[in-house]
Structure formats: structure tokens, C-alpha cells
T-cell receptor, first 113, second 118 residues
Framework: AQSVTQPDIHITVSEGASLELRCNYS??????LFWYVQSPGQGLQLLLK??????LVQGIKGFEAEFKRSQSSFNLRKPSVHWSDAAEYFC???????????FGKGTRLSVIA | GAVVSQHPSRVICKSGTSVKIECRSL??????MFWYRQFPKQSLMLMAT?????????EQGVEKDKFLINHASLTLSTLTVTSAHPEDSSFYIC??????????????FGEGSRLTVL
């Protein structure tokens, strides 16, 4: 069965600093890969997704993620963090387009002045 | 983009009562909807896959008789928590797959419904 690992439970960065959130997956083939953001008490918002093609994916809010097959990783990055980026971030995978997502445990991002 | 709406967003009920949560796809048809449960400060766990016109498929460990799922139309799936108890208090989130994008794997998520059982 596929699984998703987000090694960092909580990350704190200064506003304006760069950010990288790690995500590793366990699956035989290349799955569909997603990053979602969740503000407290809210639903999920899709930041970006990777299905195939260019391994560097651009998303909303200035986020990007890079798929690295050799490392089974799909890390999320942002060059300059804003205070409004403070939220919970979930990496998710799906074996195909017709299957539900499997979520990582999430990484909570705190942004300090 | 596609929108999935959940109602109610918050509900408080007494122990022993039943609560129904609706999940609607507003501008697309969804033959499949997924129901997730999220405990505080935890990730989302898939509860069941709701299939239009047929029985839902439940994940291991999810009680079918407690969490009744009905997917009567292509735009509506309902989750009924029967005889709710405090341990059922959680954040329930539904998601739906747009038929027009069936092969992409993108799921659209509702805003979530927070259930508190007293």
C-alpha cells in the first residue's frame, strides 16, 4: 500500500525567509502527487499537483514543488514566506486518477516576524 | 473551478442523536465522492468511498452502521452519523471528483463539517 511521510511535524520560519517542506512517498510507480494547505478550522485548498511531465511544478501563492523520482520525494518550496502562509500543509498521493488520496500527517508552519 | 459544498459547517448534538452531513458538487457531476475524518491536529483518514447509485465502500475499521452514506444523485452525497457519541466528535471532510477531469486524479474538497457530540 502506498504511504506518505512528512518528516517535519512543525516548522518555524521568519517572514521573508525561504521555505522547504519535505514529503516522501512509498509506491512502486509514479503516483499522482499533491500539496494541500489547511488553515485552522477550514477545509483543504490545493496548492499544486504533479501527474507527469516537467518535474518542477508551479502552484498558487508562489509555491512550487519538485518531483524527484530517485528520492521518491515531492518537496514543497517557497522563496519568501509571508505571515499569511502560516497553516497546516499536507502532502498526498494517489496511485491513479480514480483512487482516493492518501495523506501525510501534515506539517504545521509557523511564521515569525 | 469546481466547487464542493458541505452543510452544515458546524453542528453540536446530544449523545445518542443522529446527524446528517451533506456534500454537494455545485457545478459538476460526481459519480464518486470520498469521506474523510480528521481528528484535532491530525491528518485526514479516508472513511469511505461513496458511489452514486450503489453502496458505499468503507475502509477497514469504519463502522458501516454508524456512518451511513447515501449517494442518491450525481451531485449529492450524505453522511449520517447515527447514535452519535462524544468519540465521534471530529472534522468530517468530503471530496468529489469532477467527471470532466476523471483521469487527472484531482479531488475538490468541501469546507468540512465540525461535529461536536455532547
Amino acid at each position: 500500500a502506498q504511504s506518505v511521510t512528512q518528516p517535519d511535524i512543525h516548522i518555524t520560519v521568519s517572514e521573508g525567509a525561504s521555505l522547504e517542506l519535505r514529503c516522501n512517498y512509498s509506491y512502486g510507480a509514479t503516483p499522482y502527487l499533491f500539496w494541500y494547505v489547511q488553515s485552522p478550522g477550514q477545509g483543504l485548498q490545493l496548492l499544486l499537483k504533479y501527474f507527469s511531465g516537467d518535474t518542477l511544478v508551479q502552484g498558487i501563492k508562489g509555491f512550487e514543488a519538485e518531483f524527484k523520482r530517485s528520492q521518491s520525494s515531492f518537496n514543497l518550496r517557497k522563496p519568501s514566506v509571508h505571515w499569511s502562509d502560516a497553516a497546516e500543509y499536507f502532502c498526498a498521493v494517489a496511485p491513479s486518477g480514480n483512487t482516493p488520496l492518501v495523506f501525510g500527517k501534515g506539517t504545521r508552519l509557523s511564521v515569525i516576524a | 473551478g469546481a466547487v464542493v459544498s458541505q452543510h452544515p459547517s458546524r453542528v453540536i448534538c446530544k449523545s445518542g442523536t443522529s446527524v446528517k452531513i451533506e456534500c454537494r458538487s455545485l457545478d459538476f457531476q460526481a459519480t464518486t465522492m470520498f469521506w474523510y475524518r480528521q481528528f484535532p491536529k491530525q491528518s485526514l483518514m479516508l472513511m469511505a468511498t461513496s458511489n452514486e447509485g450503489s453502496k458505499a465502500t468503507y475502509e477497514q475499521g469504519v463502522e458501516k452502521d454508524k456512518f451511513l452514506i447515501n449517494h442518491a444523485s450525481l451531485t449529492l452525497s450524505t453522511l449520517t452519523v447515527t447514535s452519535a457519541h462524544p468519540e465521534d466528535s471530529s472534522f468530517y471532510i468530503c471530496s468529489a471528483r469532477d467527471l470532466g477531469q476523471g483521469a487527472t486524479g484531482e479531488l475538490f474538497f468541501g469546507e468540512g463539517s465540525r461535529l461536536t457530540v455532547l
